[in-house]
């Protein structure tokens, strides 16, 4: 089991910049990747940006070139880098990390409000 705690949110306005951060505790031995999920008020959940243990990177396409992920193994942390936010990157944010054996973990939820 994997406990995911974010931190980091809140209300910016456009083009202005914010850092999530979020720790994973308990059986942080066993993660394979972790990474950035959004979802904006009456739409699914997406992915943002994963980042492999071994340091390789994925973005959606929206987020390439404005967001960076990075991670530290020895911390059991990930953090988003948010720059030249927009109006519509406003969302709930969720960390998530995945096992090496498939399994899902998901963080509580930080609330992203881009102002216009």
């Known amino acids: 089991q994997v406990q995911l705690v974010e931190s980091g949110g809140g209300l910016v306005q456009a083009g202005g910049s914010l850092r999530l951060s979020c720790t994973a505790s308990?059986?942080?031995?066993?993660?394979?990747?972790m990474g950035w999920y959004s979802q904006a008020p009456g739409k699914q959940r997406e992915l943002v940006a994963t980042i492999t243990s071994g340091g390789k990177t994925n973005y959606a396409g929206s987020v390439k070139g404005r967001f960076t992920i990075s991670g530290d193994n020895a911390k059991s942390t990930v953090a988003l880098q948010m720059d030249s936010l927009k109006p519509e990157d406003t969302a709930v944010y969720y960390c998530?990390?995945?096992?090496?054996?498939?399994?899902?973990?998901w963080g509580q939820g930080i609330q992203v409000t881009v102002s216009s």
């Open positions: 308990g059986s942080i031995f066993a993660l394979n990747y």
């Open positions: 998530y990390a995945e096992s090496v054996f498939g399994t899902p973990s």
